[in-house]
């Protein structure tokens, strides 16, 4: 009896170790979005322009001043950038700083309080506001005599009489009236009242997943603010809203996070009350087993009770059992969908980067026929008069045809692998919003397991509850059968 009493209870504390484990479950939830960001939301690649390309586009009339100019105006369009740049470095480390010395500060403050009190209470003395206003400022009046002065008194006894004669000075007394009263009384409520009626409530709201939608989609048009904007600063905007949503859903794991360490400590607490009573009820267990050892095998109610009490135990173990396999399945599929989406990262990088080559190829092609081109009109030009009479020329000027005709089949044959690259990258972007459908099925059927363990943690209680009850029942058939002993006895004196 003491062995599965006590086996029931290591197999208890066993099911609550395993739900310590939340930390690591928020981590590969964190690396699983970060993954699905960077598959979805890729890096616009700029390309750059060729120099050459434009040295043979430049006009005639281009000169040394012009260039200087134009190099001019193209550092002036960095200066912005460098600007923010650094605005943007030294807040960071401003605000790097006053975090340092606010810690730097209140470690001092703990230490004084431990070991001198009297500084401790000099240190908070010096804080607050009133400290930092007070400034060194160096007051100055200028007496009658023109003469400018530094002196406190002379400079204090000057502001007294300066004060004295304007507040007493007849004037100011007959120009105060009762209607200058009333109009400052009438401003100052309708100040109350203006600030009283603007609503504040929209604020404070939660952002709904329609709002970032349509931000993101106005984003990608370039319509934000009732104004137009560059692809670069569309694709900002996505990627901020993308960020703050993601943070927001982040947020509230966290809080369900925490309300499930709060249950789980209520949980141990629990744990720890019933392994202290099942501790105590196994000391009475082991006082009734010494003292009902000849009855126990008398009694064969008290023998049905036991066996049925250790087949209960034996489902419970077998419930336990079914759940660690479900929970190891659930592990061994989201570890095999977590390699088939690092397996299409792979792929769609790979189909990136044919994709750069078929371009550079691509433009490689367009600048041949545009030299190409230029020549043909050079040569239309000069030899305009030739071309009828001779039959060689006409002959060269067919071959520069063909070979046009050929360089544009070529240019179709590659949009058109173009065009199948992209049909083959939405696919492999369909397999990823499939995958991930799929792991938020797994997460439910996780969370429906969690929800299935704690009902079986239940049917544990109530279980132990029984067992208290078989206890009780015990007791009072061994206080019965000690009257009817002592019953017994005074019979027989």
């Not at 912005?80 to 730097?104: A, G, L, M, P």
Request: glycine share 2%.
């Amino acid at each position: 009896m003491q062995k599965l009493l006590q086996d029931t209870i290591l197999r208890l504390e066993h099911a609550l170790d395993r739900r310590r484990d939340v930390d690591s479950a928020f981590k590969e939830l964190k690396n699983l979005l970060v993954t699905e960001i960077e598959l979805t939301c890729k890096e616009q690649k700029q390309n750059i322009p060729n120099k050459r390309h434009h040295k043979n586009n430049r006009k005639p009339y281009w000169n040394e001043e012009l260039q200087d100019l134009w190099d001019k105006a193209c550092k002036a369009e960095t200066l912005r950038s460098t600007y923010v740049q650094r605005r943007k470095n030294f807040d960071t480390f401003n605000r790097k700083s006053k975090r340092r010395y606010q810690i730097e500060q209140q470690n001092q403050l703990h230490y004084l309080e431990g070991h001198n009190t009297k500084d401790f209470w000099k240190s908070i003395g010096k804080l607050g506001l009133a400290n930092e206003r007070k400034t060194q400022r160096i007051y100055q009046v200028r007496t009658e005599n023109g003469e400018v002065t530094n002196d406190t008194d002379t400079v204090l006894e000057r502001w007294k009489t300066e004060y004295e004669s304007a507040f007493n000075s007849v004037d100011s007394c007959n120009n105060y009236d009762d209607t200058f009263l009333a109009d400052i009384k009438n401003r100052v409520r309708n100040e109350n009242n203006y600030r009283n009626d603007i609503d504040v409530s929209g604020l404070n709201r939660e952002i709904s997943r329609e709002e970032v939608k349509d931000a993101v989609y106005k984003a990608k048009l370039g319509i934000f603010y009732e104004r137009t904007m560059d692809s670069k600063d569309g694709l900002v905007v996505c990627l901020v809203l993308t960020t703050a949503y993601i943070f927001h859903s982040v947020l509230i794991l966290q809080d369900e996070v925490k309300r499930q360490s709060s249950t789980i400590d209520l949980l141990k607490t629990s744990r720890d009350n019933t392994v202290n009573e099942l501790q105590q009820q196994k000391l009475k267990l082991h006082e009734l087993e010494n003292t009902f050892l000849n009855f126990i095998d008398g009694n064969t109610e008290l023998q049905e009770i036991v066996v049925s009490i250790k087949h209960k135990i034996k489902t419970c173990e077998n419930k336990t059992q079914s759940l660690e396999e479900t929970d190891i399945e659930l592990k061994d599929n989201l570890s095999s969908l977590t390699n088939k989406i690092e397996l299409n990262g792979l792929h769609i990088k790979a189909i990136e980067r044919e994709q750069d080559l078929l371009k550079t190829s691509k433009d490689k092609t367009v600048d041949e026929l545009q030299q190409q081109k230029l020549k043909l009109n050079e040569l239309d030009n000069t030899f305009i008069n030739f071309i009828d009479e001779t039959s060689e020329l006409q002959d060269i000027v067919v071959s520069i045809k063909h070979k046009l005709e050929s360089s544009e089949h070529k240019i179709q044959s590659l949009k058109e692998t173009d065009f199948e690259l992209r049909d083959s990258l939405s696919s492999i972007i369909n397999k990823a919003e499939s995958t991930t459908l799929n792991l938020k099925a797994m997460e439910r059927d996780k969370v429906h397991t969690e929800t299935t363990i704690l009902m079986m943690k239940t049917e544990n209680m109530k279980q132990i509850q029984d067992l208290k009850e078989t206890v009780t029942k015990l007791q009072s058939n061994y206080f019965n059968v000690k009257e009817g002993l002592v019953e017994n006895k005074r019979t027989f004196d």
